[in-house]
């Protein structure tokens, strides 16, 4: 089960962080990932992690601005989102996936099953 928290609202320019904390199991088991869903338009794959590594992705629209980071002591994923604009505006939701999707489609997401439920993000101009 994964539980997303920590949106709200934000100016732009501002700075906010998400936490998405697992349970039932130990997260180092799965490749966990961030995706957002702004009204009417398709749910995006934002940024992954790995669940052994740390090897991680970024789409490019948020590449240089949000960092994800992932504390296996706490069964938590973090994505720290800065410089953050009004087109990040959006439902964000983390998501689970096998180890192995970090090395083949980590940002897809019909390749995770698993699903927390959102976060709204709201940043305003």
């Known amino acids: 089960q994964l539980q997303a928290s920590g949106g709200g609202s934000v100016q732009t320019g501002g700075s906010m962080r998400l936490s998405c904390t697992v349970s039932?199991?130990?997260?180092?088991?799965?490749?966990i990932a961030w995706f957002r869903q702004a009204p009417g338009q398709e749910r995006e794959g934002v940024s992954v992690?790995?669940?052994?590594?740390?090897?991680?992705y970024y789409s490019e629209s948020v590449k240089g601005r949000f960092t994800i980071s992932r504390d296996n002591a706490k069964n938590t994923v973090y994505l720290e989102m800065n410089s953050l604009k009004p087109e990040d505006t959006a439902v964000y939701y983390c998501?689970?996936?096998?180890?192995?999707?970090?090395?083949?489609?980590?940002?897809?997401?019909?390749?995770?099953?698993?699903w927390g439920q959102g976060t709204l993000v709201t940043v305003s101009s």
């Open positions: 998501a689970a996936g096998s180890s192995i999707v970090i090395m083949t489609y980590p940002l897809d997401r019909y390749q995770y099953k698993n």
């Open positions: 039932g199991s130990t997260l180092d088991q799965y490749t």
């Open positions: 992690i790995g669940g052994s590594n740390d090897v991680a």
